[in-house]
């Protein structure tokens, strides 16, 4: 299963690049329902996800792979059984980049795979989008 969103922010792939590789400034792109709650500088940290009817859960990550200024990836746990691939893609677009945050769900427990089927991924796929809304605000 895949969730994604893009957006176009007005700079170029280098400048983009160079906030989202900060792990520390991610924390300036929680919206209150996805919320960083701790980074490990250069290597990942944790993610708490607070949806409707006070459903919640809480990812560890790691940074896999980096790719100036092209693209950062990495993986997300919930618990011991749900991982998925998260990846930010920064494509040219004119004279700004066209960023793509995605997750692709390679395997996830019983009840992960009823909250993503009953709203979970449209509820996520919102958050991305407001997650790059907040990105671009940082560029202004």
């Known amino acids: 299963m895949y969730v994604n969103a ?3 922010i007005p700079v170029r792939p280098d400048q983009v690049f160079e906030f989202l590789s900060d792990l520390e400034n ?14 490990e500088p250069g290597d990942g940290g944790r993610v708490r996800m607070r949806g409707p009817l006070g459903v ?6 790691s940074l896999d ?3 100036p ?6 993986t997300a746990r ?3 059984r749900t991982h998925a691939q998260v990846t930010w893609t920064l ?7 066209n960023v793509t945050l995605s997750a692709r769900v390679e395997d996830a427990s019983p009840l992960d795979r009823l909250l993503l089927s009953v709203g979970g991924r449209t509820w996520l796929e919102s958050r991305f989008h407001r997650i790059l809304t907040t ?6």
């Open 6 to 8: 893009s957006h176009l």
């Open 69 to 74: 200024p092209r693209q950062i990836a990495g």
């Open 65 to 67: 792979h980096v790719d």
């Open 26 to 39: 991610h924390w300036q792109l929680a919206d209150g329902a996805i919320s960083v709650v701790h980074v």
């Open 78 to 80: 919930v618990g011991s």
């Open 91 to 97: 494509e040219p677009e004119g004279t700004g980049t």
């Open 56 to 61: 919640h859960r809480t990812a560890v990550t």
């Open 135 to 140: 990105l671009e605000g940082r560029f202004e």
